[in-house]
T-cell receptor, first 116, second 114 residues
């Protein structure tokens, strides 16, 4: 029973490039969440998706960031024209379809994004 | 605006003794609370949760207490073991009817000394 899988584990980009982070939820989970952790801080919610739908993107920066969770394949968090301030650990979490609320979210090991 | 606060950045405890980690929140709409444990370079691991209809939930060495009137929860670990050394995050959500997004505290680093 594989857990939440994120790749790559580490990603290095130069300023102005694009970063794509991928997340495959646990088997049987159709709710996906993305969080960002800056150094010495807690995790901050970014976006919540179900298959083919963005449910809550209240934590997403207005520009350069987008997320999708297609019918087939992993969820993708995309950051265009990266800047130094985007350097952080990005975590994906998933939860089951049934009773999506009041169910614990299970996290992947994250992608550590470094911007040169 | 920090809705979930963990005011102790670190805690050191002797092996075998009790560890008590504290968390305060400000949003009275929160009705589901969770504790996660995190090792370096890994993702948070779910430990235990509690719904606002309860004031205590226990799972092995871990017990979470919720005081709704004080908007305070705590995690008790007894007996503490060296393997418990990690960063502990408390998180909250508005539960039923919402999107389920979690609001995290800043974390408390627990060190359990042998």
């Amino acid at each position: 029973n594989a857990g939440v899988m994120q790749n790559p584990r580490h990603l290095v980009r130069r300023r102005g490039q694009e970063a794509r982070l991928r997340c495959s939820p646990m088997k049987g989970h159709s709710h996906v969440y993305w969080y960002r952790q800056l150094p010495e801080e807690g995790l901050k919610f970014m976006v919540y998706l179900q298959k083919e739908n963005i449910i809550d993107e209240s934590g997403m920066p207005k520009e350069r960031f987008s997320a999708e969770f297609p019918k087939e394949g992993p969820s993708i968090l995309r950051i265009q024209q990266v800047v130094r301030g985007d350097s952080a650990a990005y975590f994906c979490a998933s939860s089951p379809e049934v009773g999506g609320s009041n169910q614990p979210q299970h996290f992947g090991d994250g992608t550590r994004l470094s911007i040169l | 605006d920090q809705q979930v606060k963990q005011n102790s950045p670190s805690l050191s405890v002797q092996e075998g003794r009790i560890s008590i980690l504290n968390c305060d929140y400000t949003n009275s709409m929160f009705d589901y609370f969770l504790w996660y444990k995190k090792y370096p370079a890994e993702g948070p691991t779910f430990l235990i949760s509690i719904s606002s209809i309860k004031d205590k939930n226990e799972d092995g060495r871990f017990t979470v207490f919720l005081n709704k009137s004080a908007k305070h929860l705590s995690l008790h670990i007894v007996p503490s073991q060296p393997g418990d050394s990690a960063v502990y995050f408390c998180a909250a959500s508005e539960g039923s009817g919402n999107t389920g997004k979690l609001i995290f505290g800043q974390g408390t680093t627990l060190q359990v000394k042998p």
